[in-house]
């Protein structure tokens, strides 16, 4: 959907505590998800993905979860580090070549 | 492996003017896609190339922005002529086969200023 303007929803954690990323998707027909991580003055770079035929994926301390009857996606940050600190995107596919990003969260990591 | 390469970092023209960005892609990467990321936004998906041939430009304001891929390897996008409105980074993207379902390669992206 259309992003909200210059006001990211902002996430801020404390350094070593897990961090929950949530986003909404907007295609019921999506069926690839991904995560993407940019750093300022960056592109964004790959997290992690998933199919529609899966509900969680784990990779190094990142965890994806995938509800498609909310049609909500999660990314979870385990012991969160200040090298964390980014605005994430999640990115719905549905199977076309185009791929569809949300606005955006920004975490804060506090030392 | 060398990743996405593009230049300028930085641009500022004033409104009226053109400008061109470039782009040059993963080696061997069949896809290349240029997407516009205004302030606070998620990138914007402008225009998509499958080895040189247009495979999406549904969002590409084609009154004042073109795009070629030419022999499939390095892409330029131009804006003639800008508005105020054209502020903001342009990421250029490739991915090894293209069809949705693989990771995106991002360049660090131009940044643009239109005064």
Redesign the interface.
Known sequence: GE?V????PTLSVQEGDNSIINCAYSNSAS??F?WYKQES??????II?I?SNMDKRQGQRVTVLLNKTVKHLSLQIAATQPGDSAVY?C?E????????????TRLFVKA | EAG?AQSPRYKIIEKRQSVAFWCNPISGHATLYWYQQI???????LI?F?NNGV??DSQLPKDRFSAERLKGVDSTLKIQPAKLEDSAVY?C?SSPI????E???????TRLLVL
């Open positions: 992003s303007g210059l006001h990211l069926d690839y991904i003055g960056k592109g964004p770079q790959f993905d199919r995107f990115a596919n549905t199977g076309g070549f185009k791929t569809i990003f949300g606005a955006g | 996405v302030l606070g936004q998620g990138p914007k998906l998509q499958q495979v999406d990421l993207a293209g069809g949705g379902r990771t995106q390669y991002f360049g660090p992206g």
